[in-house]
């Protein structure tokens, strides 16, 4: 299943409500995932189920969606908030999305 | 606390063999299926494999399938990536994470270069 992410590339303010797009090549039953990785780093789960907040993650972050077309939004950003996004897919096999970078304005 | 830790990577020749680690800590191993998902170069993640929680049970990508080997020992609390007949397009760095669907904890990783 294709996964098209968008913008690719976001530039925001420091408490800007900033809001990435996931959209699959069909119907996923909510079975998606959003990833933040920054610089260096490995990969850290942020929500699963479309809108579970993985333990440990701030509240500002939630995602939403159903069908096809999903988001993750940030509700006020901070400038830890530096990172590419990833979306995955797995509701069969499994497929990630290109990635949104997010930078600060 | 979770831990994942992998080893193992480095330059090898297209054709050639090399063997991954992850060593595991901070939970239950045996609880887990487990998985291998690797990254290009200033590229997106793919999914390359996944195993069940006792080992009886293993998913690959088409691309790695008869290549790559995923195996386990779960009294060591070890994954571990067989990987022959390497390809430059197999250069990546690899994570080992919990495999869920989604993936909830992930390694460090490990970087592999494919390349004569």
């Known amino acids: 299943i294709q996964m098209t992410q968008s913008p690719s590339l976001l530039s925001a303010s420091v408490g800007d409500r900033v809001t990435l797009s996931c959209k699959a090549g069909?119907?996923?039953?909510?079975?998606l995932a959003w990833y933040q990785q920054k610089l260096g780093e490995a990969p850290k789960l942020l929500i699963y189920?479309?809108?579970s907040l993985q333990t440990g993650i701030p509240s500002r972050f939630s995602g939403s969606g159903s069908g096809t077309d999903y988001t993750l939004t940030i509700s006020s950003l901070q400038p830890e908030d530096v990172a590419t996004y990833f979306c995955?897919?797995?509701?069969?096999?499994?497929?990630f999305g290109a990635g949104t970078k997010l930078e600060l304005k | 606390e979770v831990q994942l830790v992998e080893s193992g990577g480095g330059l090898v020749q297209p054709g050639r063999s090399l063997k991954l680690s992850c060593a595991a800590s901070?939970?239950?191993?045996?609880?887990?299926?487990m998985a291998w998902v690797r990254q290009a170069p200033t590229k997106g993640l793919e999914w390359v494999a996944s195993?069940?929680?006792?080992?009886?049970?293993?998913y690959y990508r088409d691309s790695v399938k008869g290549r790559f080997t995923i195996s386990r020992d779960n009294a060591k609390s070890s994954l571990y990536l067989q990987m022959d007949s390497l390809r430059s397009e197999d250069t990546a760095t690899y994570y080992c994470?919990?495999?869920?669907?989604?993936?909830?904890?992930w390694g460090q990783g490990v970087m592999v270069t494919v390349s004569s």
């Open positions: 069909q119907n996923i039953n909510n079975y």
């Open positions: 995955q897919q797995y509701n069969s096999w499994t497929t």
């Open positions: 189920n479309a809108n």
């Open positions: 195993i069940s929680y006792d080992g009886g049970s293993t």
């Open positions: 901070g939970f239950t191993f045996s609880d887990y299926y």
């Open positions: 994470t919990t495999d869920k669907a989604h993936f909830d904890y």
